[in-house]
């Protein structure tokens, strides 16, 4: 995963492959859209959604090995995982469909997990905040304030 480095243009594509059968599809839709938002406010990059392969960031949903070095592990585990910025697979943000995607309440919020994957689409890496979006461990947040004032800053330093 190359780390660190950033996009070289402030309007980023993205594209939707294959869904989850957890939630519908336009609840995906948006709910990838609002993850995207978080950091769009706090970057003033924009995020265009296209319906083509070649998409900046790719965002699919899929299980065990799946055509990169980094095969998911079934239920629990790792829970998606996110390639830093580049050319080709570079950005693209895969989930595991063997996780049980939610709006809230059981299984993982699906928002939650996005905006946390395009942290690392973007360039940043895992903070030692547990207060931090970008923290390594998955936790319930208050979706209101997703960002602490150190990814609000990490983005910023990158864009
Ligand atoms: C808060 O968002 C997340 C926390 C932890 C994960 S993870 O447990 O899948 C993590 C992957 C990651 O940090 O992106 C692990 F290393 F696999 C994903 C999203
Ligand atoms: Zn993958
Ligand atoms: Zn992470």
């Not at 928002?111 to 547990?130: D, M, Q, T, Y």
Request: without cysteine; aromatic residues 14%; proline residues 4%.
């Amino acid at each position: 995963h190359i780390q660190g480095t950033s996009w070289n243009t402030n309007v980023i594509t993205y594209s939707i492959g294959r869904y989850t059968r957890d939630l519908g599809r336009s609840t995906v839709d948006s709910l990838i859209e609002s993850a995207f938002g978080v950091w769009a406010r706090a970057s003033g990059l924009t995020f265009t959604r296209t319906y083509t392969r070649n998409a900046d960031i790719m965002v699919e949903f899929v299980t065990y090995a799946h055509g990169d070095f980094y095969p998911f592990d079934g239920p629990r585990g790792t829970l998606a995982h996110a390639f830093g910025p580049g050319m080709g697979a570079g950005g693209d943000t895969h989930f595991d469909d063997d996780e049980h995607w939610t709006v809230g309440g059981t299984g993982f919020n699906l928002f939650v997990v996005a905006a946390h994957e395009f942290g690392h689409a973007l360039g940043l890496k895992h903070s030692r905040n547990p207060e931090s979006l970008m923290y390594p461990t998955y936790k319930t947040f208050r979706p209101t304030n997703l960002l602490s004032r150190e990814d609000v800053a990490n983005i910023k330093a990158l864009y």
